[in-house]
């Protein structure tokens, strides 16, 4: 049995409209979603971009769903208050909140006016800020030094248990550095054997908990229709690393795709106006081993799509709930603490 999810894209919804998607998908029958957290959409045709952390209490708030949160700690985001936000949706939500921590793009880290690092210094910085989350997240206090900076930080609203931390997976070393470290591996829609691989080399190199998925699709009952949505909307969205990490913005991302053909988006999309069709793409990467597939339909109108999908899609496919999105061996035991005890002190490296 397998979870499917809905993804709500930030960059392309109005939040109050995407809130009332999320929770229409709920009723047609998806089991558990997920949102981006941009600060700028991918081009000006998608036109949004709602703070993710303002809508996610909202959404848990009015869904039963598990909902996670792909985000980017290190520039934009300091670690401790990232850990701050989880420790707090964790807390009210128990079981029902987790986050994928990548290394982050440059269209959305740019606004502190900070440099934009090198990939591996990125990566370093995450570890940091990983390490950081973890140890705030068990009740710790941290100082640390190094590529992230942390003064005694300490969070006083514990969760009773700590939220799962996703890597978020896009080539074999990252699979291979996030297995270190992840309660699970999140990727996007790609050939077959190049997600064997990296799952492959995400398990070989001891990554454990789930394998999730989420697959950028395009439908419309109108074959061209379901195409031209796509490439307005996605033709931004075609470019592999490390390109789409280090162009700076919505306009650059528009020139950069002037000449993108078709083709290409349909190679990134799942474009078919065919429900039987999508039925079938989702349930191939379901035996390829994956527990959750989260949906993203990359238009801008998503309940004709949730109608869709949850009255002739999900019936095709086994669907359940997911398991609690719990960390599988957090570095401690995150339990509610009285404002008169002392937390444990940490000073990482």
Same mark, same amino acid.
Request: net charge negative; aromatic share 8%.
């Given at each position: 049995?397998?979870?499917?999810?809905?993804?709500?894209?930030?960059?392309?919804?109005?939040?109050?409209?995407?809130?009332?998607?999320?929770?229409?998908?709920?009723?047609?029958?998806?089991?558990?979603?997920?949102?981006?957290?941009?600060?700028?959409?991918?081009?000006?045709?998608?036109?949004?971009?709602?703070?993710?952390?303002?809508?996610?209490?909202?959404?848990?708030?009015?869904?039963?769903?598990?909902? @996670?949160? $792909?985000?980017?700690?290190?520039?934009?985001?300091?670690? &401790?208050?990232? *850990?701050? !936000?989880?420790? /707090?949706?964790?807390?009210?939500?128990?079981?029902?909140?987790?986050?994928?921590?990548?290394?982050?793009?440059?269209?959305?880290?740019?606004?502190?006016?900070?440099?934009?690092?090198?990939?591996?210094?990125?990566?370093?910085?995450?570890?940091?800020?990983?390490?950081?989350?973890?140890?705030?997240?068990?009740?710790?206090?941290?100082?640390?030094?190094?590529?992230?900076?942390?003064?005694?930080?300490?969070?006083?609203?514990?969760?009773?248990?700590?939220?799962?931390?996703? @890597?978020? $997976?896009?080539?074999?070393?990252?699979?291979?550095?996030? &297995?270190?470290? *992840?309660? !699970?591996?999140? /990727?996007?829609?790609?050939?077959?054997?190049?997600?064997?691989?990296?799952?492959?080399?995400?398990?070989?190199?001891?990554?454990?908990?789930?394998?999730?998925?989420?697959?950028?699709?395009?439908?419309?009952?109108?074959?061209?229709?379901?195409?031209?949505?796509?490439?307005?909307?996605?033709?931004?969205?075609?470019?592999?690393?490390?390109?789409?990490?280090?162009?700076?913005?919505?306009?650059?991302?528009?020139?950069?795709?002037?000449?993108?053909?078709?083709?290409?988006?349909?190679?990134?999309?799942?474009?078919?106006?065919?429900?039987?069709?999508?039925?079938?793409?989702?349930?191939?990467?379901?035996?390829?081993?994956?527990?959750?597939?989260?949906?993203?339909?990359?238009?801008?109108?998503?309940?004709?799509?949730?109608?869709?999908?949850?009255?002739?899609?999900?019936?095709?496919?086994?669907?359940?709930?997911?398991?609690?999105?719990?960390?599988?061996?957090?570095?401690?035991?995150?339990?509610?603490?009285?404002?008169?005890?002392?937390?444990?002190?940490?000073?990482?490296?």
């Amino acid at each position: 049995m397998t979870v499917i999810g809905f993804h709500n894209s930030h960059e392309q919804v109005h939040p109050a409209e995407l809130l009332g998607a999320v929770q229409h998908a709920e009723e047609v029958g998806f089991t558990a979603a997920m949102c981006s957290d941009h600060f700028a959409p991918w081009n000006k045709a998608q036109g949004h971009s709602g703070f993710a952390w303002s809508w996610l209490g909202a959404a848990l708030a009015t869904t039963d769903l598990p909902l @996670g949160v $792909v985000n980017a700690p290190g520039q934009r985001y300091h670690p &401790a208050i990232i *850990a701050q !936000g989880a420790a /707090t949706l964790a807390a009210m939500f128990p079981g029902r909140f987790w986050m994928a921590l990548g290394s982050g793009q440059v269209m959305n880290e740019r606004i502190t006016g900070d440099a934009w690092p090198p990939k591996r210094v990125r990566d370093a910085r995450l570890r940091e800020c990983v390490d950081v989350i973890r140890a705030l997240l068990a009740g710790e206090e941290v100082t640390h030094r190094g590529l992230v900076d942390v003064e005694r930080a300490r969070i006083w609203s514990l969760p009773e248990q700590q939220p799962a931390l996703i @890597g978020p $997976v896009m080539s074999v070393p990252t699979a291979r550095r996030h &297995a270190d470290w *992840a309660d !699970g591996f999140i /990727t996007i829609n790609q050939p077959h054997e190049t997600l064997r691989e990296l799952t492959g080399a995400y398990r070989e190199a001891g990554g454990r908990g789930r394998l999730a998925l989420q697959v950028h699709l395009c439908w419309d009952p109108d074959p061209d229709r379901a195409k031209a949505i796509a490439y307005e909307q996605w033709r931004t969205n075609t470019f592999p690393p490390p390109l789409c990490w280090d162009i700076d913005g919505p306009e650059a991302f528009e020139q950069a795709s002037r000449h993108v053909p078709q083709e290409a988006v349909e190679g990134a999309v799942l474009v078919s106006s065919d429900l039987g069709q999508h039925a079938e793409w989702i349930a191939e990467y379901v035996d390829l081993g994956f527990d959750e597939v989260y949906l993203h339909h990359v238009g801008k109108e998503q309940l004709p799509f949730l109608d869709a999908f949850g009255e002739h899609v999900l019936p095709q496919l086994d669907v359940t709930r997911p398991a609690p999105a719990v960390a599988i061996d957090p570095a401690g035991p995150a339990q509610p603490r009285r404002p008169d005890q002392a937390p444990q002190p940490a000073v990482l490296p």
